[in-house]
């Protein structure tokens, strides 16, 4: 393990330090899902994306609600 680590979910600048289910996609952003909302986290900036969190239906057609689990 890296020195410092592991270290609190908020020191990631904007991520709730209770995620329900997280993973990392293809375009290079971490997407954090925590109740109805999810959060697209930049590693390049270290924060959250200005204009999130936003609604987990407002783009993530099909989902349910509430993720609670996720895999790529």
């Known amino acids: 393990m890296e020195v410092g680590y592991p270290r609190s979910?908020?020191?990631w600048g904007g991520v709730p330090a209770d995620v329900d289910a997280a993973f990392l996609w293809?375009?290079?952003y971490a997407y954090f899902f925590k109740g109805t909302l999810y959060y697209r986290y930049d590693s390049s900036q270290e924060?959250?994306?200005v204009g999130y969190p936003r609604e987990i239906n407002s783009f993530w057609k099909g989902?349910?609600?509430s993720?609670?689990?996720v895999f790529r």
């Open 63 to 65: 989902i349910p609600d």
């Open 67 to 69: 993720v609670d689990a």
């Open 26 to 28: 293809s375009d290079g």
């Open 9 to 11: 979910l908020t020191a």
């Open 47 to 49: 924060r959250v994306e």
